[in-house]
């Protein structure tokens, strides 16, 4: 069965105090990684897709990473805005698109 | 385009009576998706749409549940005789399809049912 699981399932940063964010899947056939952010009572807000194995994406202080296991999600000297709940999910099955999603980590950055 | 849009935004209801969503997708996408999200998890796959056609349905729908996408454009999803544990946020996220492997999805706001 497709599954994903999110470590840790919180993170508290201090302002400017890098950090990473794990992903592990368990796929029959990837499809493509994806990373969202959620902000509280919002819908998640896309970020990255990864879709081969030693693939990089950045985006301001966030880096995105992908293995054949597990994706990495590094925040570099993160700010207060940078709270939120991070989603990872997978897509196995292109046909449909449909997303399995981790549970999420919730980072929280103190200034 | 003003990305995907949902309504109501909130919605209180009563146990044992019918609610309608309503998820007016990116134009010109062709891929709808229904997923619901309790509080502290990932939001779970409902059902699929490509076009007007519901192609895949997931079993946490059960017949209370259902979904129309009439002309391929905007869709609805409606819940008979709601119960308490039907209380969660509900997602619509559109994407186009390509000729990559791969499409990103893009969600909507969300509907938040509270079933009291």
């Known amino acids: 069965e497709d599954q994903v699981t999110q470590s840790p399932e919180a993170l508290r940063l201090q302002e400017g105090e890098s950090s990473s964010l794990n992903c592990s899947y368990t796929v029959s056939g990837l499809r493509g990684l994806f990373w969202y952010r959620q902000d509280p009572g919002k819908g998640p807000e896309f970020l990255f897709t990864?879709?081969?194995a030693g693939e990089e994406k950045e985006k301001e202080r966030l880096k995105a990473t992908l293995t054949k296991k597990e994706s990495f999600l590094h925040i570099t000297a993160p700010k207060p805005e940078d709270s939120a709940t991070y989603l990872c999910?997978?897509?196995?099955?292109?046909?449909?698109?449909?997303?399995?999603f981790g549970q999420g980590t919730t980072l929280q950055v103190k200034p | 385009d003003t990305g995907v849009s949902q309504n109501p935004r909130h919605k209180i209801t009563k146990r044992g009576q019918n609610v309608t969503f309503r998820c007016d997708p990116i134009s010109e996408h062709n891929r709808l998706y229904w997923y619901r999200q309790t509080l502290g998890q990932g939001p779970e796959f409902l059902t699929y749409?490509?076009?007007?056609?519901?192609?895949?349905k997931s079993r946490l729908l059960s017949d209370r549940f259902s979904a129309e996408r009439p002309k391929g454009s905007f869709s609805t999803l409606e819940i008979q005789r709601t119960e308490q544990g039907d209380s969660a946020m509900y997602l619509c996220a559109s994407s186009p399809t390509g000729a990559r492997t791969y499409t990103e999805a893009f969600f909507g706001q969300g509907t938040r049912l509270t079933v009291v």
């Open positions: 749409f490509q076009n007007e056609a519901q192609l895949e």
């Open positions: 990864l879709y081969s």
């Open positions: 999910a997978v897509q196995a099955d292109s046909n449909t698109g449909k997303l399995i």
